[in-house]
């Protein structure tokens, strides 16, 4: 008596087991470089929209008698650094927690804003503006040499530099800012690589040249 044919068109389950330890294993060797690329891609939109600001904050200066705008920060819990909403006429505009914003998010910070200090003038706690309160920490020797002493500068006649915009990258509370006032001026905080952590960062010196992270 002739055995029954296999019926065509079924898995057993020691087959659907080795294809799915395929999947499985195929999924690990993707996932990393899945994840390099959208990290690549946000890097790379920050440093198109910081770009963009810092053509902003030159026509804003053009228009401006030369002034930059104030930098801002608060005891509040409204975020530190935010972009000024000077630049709402050259920039997208919005609102982040009912407060009036430039509308331009860091890919890196959900709801936030990109990140904006410049020496001279400061905001206080979102109403009272002093001159020479806002300050940038600086390198001794910037920007050739960048070693571990500076100081900072609250004065735009004698900083060596005059303003800087930046995302704070993938990891806010990233081991590399170890003093954190002093961001981001400092190479060591940059960000270097999409397996990094550190800054995003676009900024002027006193001669007018930008100096932008990797």
Request: a neutral charge; charged letters at 25%; aromatic letters at 8%.
């Amino acid at each position: 008596m002739r055995a029954r044919a296999r019926q065509p068109g079924g898995f057993t389950l020691v087959e659907m087991l080795i294809v799915t330890a395929i999947l499985a294993l195929l999924l690990s060797m993707l996932l990393p470089s899945l994840g390099r690329a959208r990290t690549l891609a946000r890097i790379a939109k920050a440093h198109a929209e910081l770009r963009g600001i810092t053509v902003a904050l030159d026509v804003y200066r053009h228009d401006h008698d030369q002034v930059l705008p104030p930098t801002r920060f608060s005891c509040s819990s409204q975020t530190a650094y935010e972009l000024p909403i000077e630049l709402k006429a050259y920039l997208p505009g919005g609102r982040i927690k009912g407060v009036e914003v430039v509308e331009m998010h860091d890919p890196f910070r959900s709801g936030e804003t990109y990140k904006y200090r410049a020496v001279g003038a400061a905001i206080m706690n979102e109403s009272i503006l002093r001159n020479g309160a806002a300050t940038l920490w600086v390198p001794d020797g910037f920007p050739r040499e960048q070693g571990d002493a500076g100081r900072y500068y609250n004065d735009p006649a004698d900083s060596p530099v005059r303003y800087a915009v930046w995302s704070t990258g993938p990891d806010p509370d990233s081991p590399k800012f170890d003093i954190p006032g002093r961001l981001p001026v400092p190479r060591k905080y940059w960000l270097t690589g999409a397996s990094d952590t550190g800054v995003i960062v676009h900024l002027e010196d006193a001669d007018g040249r930008v100096h932008i992270s990797p």
